[in-house]
């Protein structure tokens, strides 16, 4: 009797073993990302990721910084699995806070060239965003410009705008020249570039675009994204504006444009890595690359995928090949330089 109902207890322990192993395997799949992209601006890509692979995800939006100190929050307890943001200098800062982990994926290391991916796969760019000169095409003659150092010359004086040293493009752009140029030289250019001000800096990069179109400068640094955003977006304002404004790639002769990235990770917390993982690739897939950096008015990068056809009527252009850690580690490097500056 003894010996039966062990067998029977045994049984039930299997039985029940096998029914609740069964109701894990079909639990739905699913991933969470945190992202900073606009839902309008990921989540379509998003759905086609599902549509695809059966994968659910469920997609928590905020601004950059604010979903970094949102990890730093939640710790180990955090359910999201990926973070999508903007800027190397935020993606290398998510990085050293302990907050990414690394993904070894042959996918992704043919995708993404090695310049635009951190060194030890903790993100991956999804998309480019250059940052060049832009100029009044019926004040400025582009053969007047050179790069990004000729904006200290004299002929620029009380003609430059270009958005505040908090902003943290304007930080990476500095650290990519400190990456090529030290710190010396760097502070020195800086230096004379507030010199040349039109006025202090006040808003985004559209403002300083508008700026240029309104005569209160000549040349302005902004991202070309927000100048294809306005023309696309069907303000007669914005679009006035924005027709009057020329597109010069500086420093073409050496190290070329600067240049940042949309990027992705996989957070450290990560309860769905291999999920979170298949999303990383599907993003860097070449449809999905022509898709997200069309809609987004930035350029793919990944090699080989045709732009939006406005950026290419812009030209091409070489870019700076420093691989874009650099933008994180020399962040606080590039702030002293610009508050010794007095850079607003």
């Known amino acids: 009797m003894q010996s039966f109902r062990l067998i029977k207890t045994t049984f039930f ?21 945190y992202s900073s992209r606009k839902e309008a601006l990921i989540k379509p890509v998003l759905d086609k990721f599902t549509a695809a692979t059966g994968i659910k995800v469920n997609l928590v939006t905020g601004k950059d910084d604010a ?29 050293s806070y302990g907050l990414t982990q690394a993904v070894e994926s042959d996918a ?24 060049p000169i832009m100029y009044a095409k019926n004040r400025v003659n582009p053969n007047d410009l050179q790069n990004y150092a000729s904006l200290t010359d004299e002929q620029w004086f009380g003609k ?3 958005r505040s040293s908090e902003n943290i493009y304007n930080q990476s752009l500095v650290a990519s020249m400190v990456a090529s140029l030290g710190t010396e030289a760097v502070a020195n250019w800086a230096a004379g570039l507030v010199n040349n ?7 985004g990069d559209r403002d300083q675009i508008k700026a240029v179109a309104a005569g209160q400068c ?5 991202n070309t994204y927000y100048l294809f955003g306005m023309l696309q977006s069907g303000d007669p304002e914005q679009l006035a504006a924005a027709e009057q404004i020329g597109v010069f790639w500086p420093n073409q002769n050496d190290r070329g444009t600067h240049v940042n990235v949309s990027g992705i990770a996989v ?3 990560a309860k769905n890595k291999e999920h979170a993982q298949q999303l990383l690739e599907f993003l860097a897939q070449d449809d999905t690359q022509s898709w997200y950096a069309n809609v987004n008015g930035e350029y793919p990068v990944k090699a080989g995928i045709e732009a939006h056809p406005l ?14 850690s650099k933008l994180g580690e020399l962040n606080s490097e590039a702030v002293k330089i610009m508050d010794r500056a007095g850079w607003p």
């Open 311 to 324: 950026l290419i009527k812009w030209g091409g252009f070489k870019k700076d090949a420093l691989n874009l």
């Open 218 to 222: 000549d040349v302005a640094v902004a």
């Open 67 to 95: 979903l970094i100190e949102r990890l730093k929050a939640e710790g180990a307890a955090s359910p999201a699995d990926v973070l999508i943001t903007v800027d190397a200098g935020r993606l290398y800062r998510a990085k």
């Open 160 to 162: 430059v705008c270009i």
């Open 267 to 269: 957070t450290k917390a």
């Open 197 to 203: 001000f039109a006025r202090k800096p006040v808003g």
């Open 13 to 33: 322990l299997v039985a029940t073993g096998v029914l609740l192993g069964g109701c894990a395997e079909v639990a739905d799949p699913e991933v969470n990302v």
């Open 108 to 131: 992704l290391q043919t995708a993404i060239p090695a310049a635009f991916r951190d060194p030890e796969n903790h993100w991956f760019g999804l998309s480019l965003r250059a940052r």
